[in-house]
């Protein structure tokens, strides 16, 4: 798993797995922007089922400009994960830099109506340096 992914967090019973890619066929540094896809795995190794409600990240680019980004669930899906499950998602993220990084965490909600959240490792946005 740690080939695949590089950054991890546990809460709870639940892991949360990133992996990054830099996309340069989406990025355009002349114009001042690079874009990632990064790809979110969460694994439930707690004994109840639960249901990812909403997601918070928190944004940093190279400037350390933060934006902050809340929203109902993930790539418009509220998942439920059983206990030994897990669910996958890829999305991505613009920045007007070539580095920042991205940090949050998911709002859950356990099948015994316990509410918590589960953080999302800090991972790092970098674009390969060109050589000029």
């Known amino acids: 798993m740690k ?3 590089s950054e991890e967090a546990e809460t709870r019973g639940i892991t949360v797995r990133v992996s990054v890619s830099y996309l340069p066929e989406q990025s355009e540094p002349q114009r001042g922007r690079w874009f990632w896809a990064y790809h979110i795995r969460i ?13 918070h990240w928190i944004i940093t680019d190279g400037r350390g400009h933060r934006h902050t980004v809340e929203g109902e669930g993930v790539v418009g899906e509220q998942p439920m994960i059983a206990p030994g499950g897990s669910f996958d998602y890829v999305s991505g993220c613009p920045l007007a830099t070539p580095t920042g990084n991205m940090q949050g965490s998911y709002h859950m909600v356990a ?3 316990a509410a918590f959240d589960v953080a999302i490792p800090k991972f790092s946005l970098t674009a390969p340096a060109v050589a000029g």
């Open 43 to 55: 694994e439930n190794e707690s004994e109840l089922t639960v249901q990812l409600l909403t997601r």
């Open 111 to 113: 099948e015994d109506g």
């Open 3 to 5: 080939s695949l992914f």
